[in-house]
């Protein structure tokens, strides 16, 4: 039973990896039609067929961010992503994802700040993994404050860098918290039911963290906000 229950659960994750992988050839071609025809196309459309090419994007963009997660919970599943640690400097990631995701924070006038310490500290990270989870925490700290700021900081105490992302969004009920880096789990609220998201995005997270050899914490208040802190050693020089 044990050993046909093993059997089953890799038939699944070889599925998931497959069906992901087939997705993305026609969501990039998709993509790629979309562009082509805004470009070739501008100016000569009318309003109506340029709302619509609007929803089309935003449609195609959260299919490829379900096929991702996809992707990733396979992967981490099966180890099969990069993990390779290597020296990071934590100034330079941090602002690169805050400037990436500017645009995102200024269509919903929110305040996206980075506030660097002079000492640009070093961490041992997969630097391509750790720019996801900045985004995911990043991203979702956005997605879920409806006014005010989302604000990024670094503290270090005890050899220890702490990157935190703090917003002043809806908050996170202790019923919520609990579970919430299981996969699936979303966050409950009323009037924001239609947010988006695959519930994976958290999941996936913490695996991450956690690969990189280091640590994530959530402390949040209802209607006052969130904060989410991860945790890495420092690299002395």
Do not use: C
């Not at 497959?18 to 070739?40: D, F």
Request: aromatic share 6%.
């Amino acid at each position: 039973m044990y050993d046909k229950l093993k059997e089953i659960d890799q038939m699944k994750d070889d599925f998931v990896s497959v069906a992901s992988h087939e997705l993305k050839t026609p969501l990039t071609a998709i993509k790629s039609y979309l562009y082509m025809v805004e470009k070739e196309m501008a100016g000569q459309l009318p309003e109506k067929v340029v709302k619509r090419l609007e929803i089309m994007k935003v449609s195609v963009g959260r299919l490829e961010s379900l096929v991702h997660d996809l992707l990733n919970v396979s992967k981490l599943e099966q180890n099969k992503l990069d993990m390779s640690l290597s020296v990071v400097e934590t100034n330079a990631v941090i602002q690169e994802i805050v400037d990436q995701l500017l645009p995102t924070a200024e269509t919903k006038n929110l305040a996206l700040v980075f506030e660097p310490t002079v000492e640009n500290l070093k961490i041992m990270a997969q630097p391509d993994r750790l720019r996801e989870v900045l985004i995911n925490l990043i991203g979702n700290a956005i997605k879920y404050t409806p006014i005010g700021s989302v604000t990024v900081t670094r503290v270090i105490e005890k050899d220890k860098l702490q990157i935190m992302v703090k917003d002043t969004g809806i908050g996170i009920a202790p019923e919520d918290k609990a579970k919430l880096f299981q996969k699936f789990s979303r966050i409950k609220a009323e009037d924001h039911n239609e947010i988006p998201g695959t519930g994976l995005g958290l999941w996936i997270t913490k695996k991450l963290v956690e690969k990189m050899k280091g640590e994530i914490y959530v402390d949040s208040i209802m209607e006052q906000g969130t904060v989410f802190t991860l945790m890495f050693g420092v690299v002395k020089e």
